[in-house]
C-alpha cells in the first residue's frame, strides 16, 4: 500500500464514518455481485494465493505453521499451536467440508489484509462490502484484532470515499463468526476495496477472515451497469 493510504489513517476523523451493513432484507435476495469463499481441500494448507481469488494483501502467505506476525495461511482448520488459538475450530462457509480460510496473525503495523478494485458500478447506487471474522485467540486478555475497511476511488490519488472500523473482535470460549463490513453510495464506476490491520499490538491479535461479499443494497438491481 503507498504511503498516502496510510497518512490518511492519521487524520480519520475528518471524514465521515459511511453506514455499517446494508439491511438483510436488502442483501440476502439477490446473489452478490461476487463472494469469496478461498475453495475447500483435504490438504490443511491451501496452495492457491490471493491471485487466484483476485485481490492482493501486505501479508506474506505461508504453507504451513508456524505463522509469525505479518504471516496468513489458507487453512481449512485453525493449527493448535500457538496453545491460545481456538486449535480445531473450522471456516465459516456453511456445506464446504474441508472449507479455507484466511488465518492471519496480524502484524502491529498497519498492513492490507485485502486489496481489490471493483468496477462498471451504478452511481449513486448503495453496495455492502462484508466478511465474517473472527478471533482466533481464546479469553486471555491478549490484544483484540480491529479491521478498517475502505473504500477508495481507483483514480491516481486513491481518494477516499468512506471508512468504517470493525471494532474490537472479541474474544470467546469457542470460536465465534461475525459479519461486519460497510456500506457506501458509489460516486464513481470503478472503487478500491480494503481491509487493513488496525491494532497496534502483536500480542494477540490473530484472526482469521471467509465469506468476503461485495453487494448491492436493493433486491431490484443487479448493481452492475455498462459503462461507456
Known amino acids: 500500500m503507498s504511503d498516502a493510504f496510510f497518512s490518511a489513517c492519521s487524520y480519520c476523523d ?64 485453525v493449527p493448535s499451536s500457538p496453545v491460545v488459538w481456538h486449535g480445531g475450530a473450522v471456516d465459516h462457509t456453511p456445506n464446504d467440508s474441508g472449507g479455507y480460510m484466511f488465518l492471519a496473525n496480524a502484524d502491529p503495523n498497519p498492513g492490507e489484509f485485502y486489496k481489490d478494485t471493483v468496477d462498471n458500478l451504478c452511481i449513486g447506487q448503495r453496495y455492502e462490502f462484508s466478511v465474517y471474522l473472527t478471533n482466533i485467540v481464546r479469553p486471555y486478555g491478549l490484544a483484540k484484532p480491529n479491521v478498517l475497511f475502505e473504500i477508495r476511488t481507483a483514480t491516481s490519488d486513491n481518494t477516499l470515499i468512506a471508512q468504517k472500523s470493525s471494532g474490537d473482535i472479541p474474544e470467546y470460549s469457542s470460536m465465534t463468526w461475525t459479519k461486519y463490513g460497510i456500506s457506501f453510495v458509489a460516486t464513481n464506476t470503478s472503487v478500491v476495496l480494503l481491509m487493513i490491520s488496525n491494532t497496534p499490538n502483536g500480542g494477540g491479535n490473530d484472526m482469521a477472515l471467509d465469506d468476503i461479499a461485495f453487494s448491492i443494497c436493493s433486491n431490484a438491481s443487479s448493481g452492475v451497469c455498462s459503462i461507456g
Open 14 to 77: 475528518l471524514f465521515a464514518e459511511s453506514a455499517g451493513l446494508c439491511s438483510d432484507d436488502n442483501t440476502t435476495s439477490v446473489a452478490p455481485i461476487f463472494l469469496v469463499t478461498f475453495g475447500a481441500g483435504s490438504a490443511t494448507f491451501s496452495l492457491d494465493t490471493p491471485a487466484n481469488f483476485s485481490f492482493t494483501t501486505s501479508y506474506h502467505q505461508l504453507f504451513a505453521n508456524p505463522i509469525s506476525d505479518g504471516d496468513f495461511a489458507f487453512t481449512n482448520v
